[in-house]
């Protein structure tokens, strides 16, 4: 059998990643893919049962971090035929009594709407979007070494400084020399870090005077499924929150999130890799021959593969990897627009619907607790309001997940359904149809989600700086062998950048390739 250079173990957008960047050095590159379709957690697929040819997205579907991340800035996912659009309003949070928080792209419109707390948030969130490619390419590094956290840092012109947004469309701009780095890092880095200080712990509570203030800044540190407040979803709230008002915002990729990974493919193929769909790797021996593997999974599976040929503390360490709550999938079919009671949320790409700060706390301290909350944090988002091809005639999808405890088998349709309608009466009256995929199904249709845990790995301050240990090389685990999924640095997201992290490591240290090849189109 033929020796190939490198096998990826999944195919998700971080295993795609680690493909795009070995096969553009020249190698030879199989992915395998347990599922019969490419891509992981980002996803988009038919529900014939459901709705026909309707497209829906299996897990991730809005993605600010598809323009911003430094892998993708240099991938150029424009100029790969993918279209991303950012609504004018990124995300909302809607209370009760006709009032919401509204994220609008400009900054300086939120502002106003926050009435009281608008200074307060332009002073938060002013200079972190201003300054919104050095803080992503910090909260996107390696987390272990100044190289690793700096060579995401921004290398457009100053002439091209700033993404093109046309009617919401976002184009890539072009890169120019790293020179300064360290410098351009400082400022923002230690503005980030001041913030993160505040934000994730008790302090958090004197900086907003409202309920929607605090509830639209509370609604994206929820993401991360933890109690709050704490310094890891402070850490989500302020990235998240700054690209919301950066340039791309929170967008959508026209298709669905499907788009992103076919592009990648095609340029994994355009450069030689191959993909093979439907192929379960259970053991060592169900792999070819390859000169480095990388293992786009969790680290429970890579050591059910690969576990003998892991050093006995670096097992251990890896054993001790700990998985964190979770979401129930919920995905709906509506014959209409959600009748949002206050008409501006439905112009915001994701809505989180959870009432006040004070109730998200408890319901994610509910969730720790292992136990259902009786008005749980749900995420929810109508793609048709950025992406009008995803309707059929009058019918829409209408994407939504309840947080959970790990492993639930809960149907948390009528919970979300009750949670919505709460914000938007006569919600129930365009459902036409719906599915939900319990925590503990999860699983089933992405390893990578054991229990429902969508982080693949508890999103803890701890866990996402000691990733998934605390070894100095958190993505090579024995000789030839790699881990590069959101269960290292810089975790959860579709960014790519564990990929491309661990892939460079394999070039240096399994090919002695010392330039990490470029990876822009042409």
Known sequence: MTLLDAVVVGSGPNGLA????????????????AQPTIGGGARTVAIPELAGDML??????????????????AFDLSAHGVELVGPEIAYAQPLDGDRAGLAFRDLARTADRLGPDGAAWRDLFGPLSADWRAVTALAMGDKRTLRGMLEGMPHESASNAGLVA???????????????????????????????????????????????AKALF????????????????AGTALLLAALAHADGGWAIPVGGSQAIIN?????????????????????????PPARAVLFDTTPSTLLRIAGERVGPVRRAALRRFKHGNAAAKVDFVLSGPVPWRVADVG??????????????????????????????????????????SRLRGSKRPLWAYAHVPAGSTQDVTEAVTRQIERFAPGFRDVVVGSRCIPAAQMERHNQNYPGGDISSGAATMWQMVARPTLAP??????????????????????????????????????????????????
């Open 473 to 522: 090389d958190p993505y090579q685990v024995a000789e030839g062998v790699y881990l590069c999924s959101a269960s290292t640095p810089p975790g959860p997201g579709v960014h790519g950048m564990g990929g491309w992290h661990a892939a460079r490591r394999a070039l240096l240290r399994e090919f002695d390739v010392r330039h990490t090849p470029g990876l822009a189109p042409g």
């Open 56 to 73: 829906f997205d299996l897990c991730s579907a809005v993605h600010p971090m598809a323009w911003a991340s430094p892998f993708f800035r």
């Open 263 to 287: 592009a990648m493919v095609r340029d994994l193929e355009a450069h030689g890799g191959t993909v093979e769909a439907g192929r379960r790797v259970e053991s060592w021996s169900d792999l």
């Open 347 to 388: 112009r915001a790409s994701t809505v989180h619907v959870g009432g006040t700060r004070a109730e998200m706390v408890i319901a994610e301290d509910t969730v720790a607790h292992g136990l259902h909350a009786d008005r749980p944090v749900v995420l929810v988002s109508d793609p048709t309001v950025a992406d009008p």
């Open 18 to 33: 680690a493909a795009v960047t070995l096969a553009r050095a020249g190698l030879g590159v199989h992915v395998l893919e």
């Open 218 to 233: 509370t609604g994206v540190a929820a993401h991360n499924i933890t109690p709050l407040p704490s310094l890891a979803g």
């Open 166 to 212: 046309e009617s919401g469309r976002v184009s890539l701009p072009k890169r120019r020399s790293r020179a300064g780095n360290l410098v351009r890092a400082v400022r923002p880095g230690l503005r980030f870090g001041a913030a993160l200080l505040e934000q994730g712990g008790t302090r958090w509570d004197r900086r907003f005077l409202t309920d929607e």
